[in-house]
């Protein structure tokens, strides 16, 4: 018994010393909790509104105000029109809008009845329905409110409408949120491991001294699996027309040239994992653990950005896909062109130009 104590310390003495392992042990843990504590929830903030109000009575000035104190949505634009309502949903930042009906307050009074429309950008189906399910419960509260002591109610009517969704299906989201998971994992994970694995059996140097130039090196590396990934975004949006019906409503060119820029960002930062990793099991784990939780939890694939802490809002901008699936959104959903999404692709280009920067900077120090 004594062996075995004696034995069971020296392997708590090795775990202590380790500080990768007890970084896995503690630190992993702790990190996770938080980030599905702060990431995962149901509840709206903040969701940005725009109002066409064709009446402008006290009435339309009273429902605007609840709405907005409630802190569930945050008025930001006044529309003159309807027609304009499609073409600040394609800029993306509102995400739904009230339209009230002209002569509200006359309706209400005279009538009893009074309608307002409330038109949802709907690429993000789940956060749309409970969008409106909140606004119909303000509603219900006001008139409520506005019927105490009334022998003959008034009744505010909503009407709802969505756009670039009109059926709420789910996979319209997912689509667009597994291509660029698949695209950032299987691409960094792949080439990671590619160049760790030269590294492993002694082929790297070989190739550092060579005529090749480090930037020669680095194409060649990526070049067959930017053509493999090229194929699976090809499978992707093939199955998700021809299979769940995901529509591509915008330019197919200008969709496969996104994805040919986050494809090679998942290159190059693949590369990049791979000249700090030493060996193949090191480089899987970094692409594994550094990339799947936050492409999944902060990239706004699955839980609005904007409901997240300020820091993880802040951390968010620096996680790629979060540019590329707005970017995928857009473009299949909504049909916009070049001018909607000039700046998420400019963010994935400067997140390119950097990771292959630093990557030609490691096997440059490397080689010296």
Not at 127 to 147: C, F
Request: proline share 4%; no cysteine; charged share 15%.
């Amino acid at each position: 018994m004594n062996r075995f104590i004696g034995f069971v310390k020296k392997e708590f003495y090795h775990i202590f010393r380790d500080k990768r392992s007890m970084l896995i042990l503690f630190g992993m843990p702790i990190v996770q909790l938080l980030l599905f504590g702060f990431v995962i929830t149901n509840d709206l903030k903040d969701v940005k509104m725009a109002v066409v109000d064709h009446s402008k009575d006290s009435y339309t000035n009273e429902i605007i105000n609840k709405i907005t104190s409630s802190g569930y949505f945050k008025l930001t634009d006044n529309l003159e029109s309807i027609n304009q309502v499609e073409g600040v949903f394609r800029k993306g930042e509102v995400k739904l809008a009230l339209v009230f009906e002209p002569d509200f307050a006359t309706n209400l009074t005279k009538e009893s009845k009074a309608k307002v429309q409330i038109l949802t950008d709907a690429s993000d189906p789940n956060m749309a329905n409970l969008a409106v399910n909140y606004l119909q419960g303000i509603l219900q509260n006001y008139n409520l409110e506005i019927n105490r002591g009334k022998v003959l109610p008034f009744q505010v009517k909503p009407q709802t409408r969505m756009y670039f969704n009109t059926s709420l299906e789910s996979v319209f989201m997912f689509v667009p949120g597994i291509m660029a998971t698949i695209l950032m994992l299987v691409s960094a994970m792949m080439t990671s491991i590619s160049i760790a694995r030269e590294k492993e059996l002694g082929t790297m140097e070989i190739l550092l001294v060579s005529p090749l130039k480090p930037l020669q090196i680095i194409l060649g590396k990526v070049t067959p699996y930017l053509l493999l990934s090229f194929i699976n975004a090809l499978v992707i949006v093939g199955m998700g027309y021809f299979v769940f019906g995901v529509p591509v409503l915008g330019s197919f060119a200008l969709l496969m040239a996104e994805s040919i820029l986050f494809i090679l960002l998942a290159l190059s930062l693949g590369i990049f994992i791979s000249t700090v990793s030493n060996s193949q099991q090191v480089a899987m784990m970094l692409s594994m653990f550094a990339l799947m939780l936050p492409t999944i939890l902060l990239s706004g694939f699955i839980f609005p950005i904007r409901n997240m802490p300020l820091p993880l809002q802040l951390i968010s901008n620096i996680i790629p896909p979060r540019w590329f699936i707005v970017v995928i959104k857009n473009i299949m959903l909504k049909g916009v062109g070049f001018e909607y999404i000039w700046k998420e692709t400019l963010v994935l280009i400067a997140m390119t130009t950097v990771f292959i920067g630093l990557s030609v900077k490691k096997f440059k120090i490397r080689l010296e």
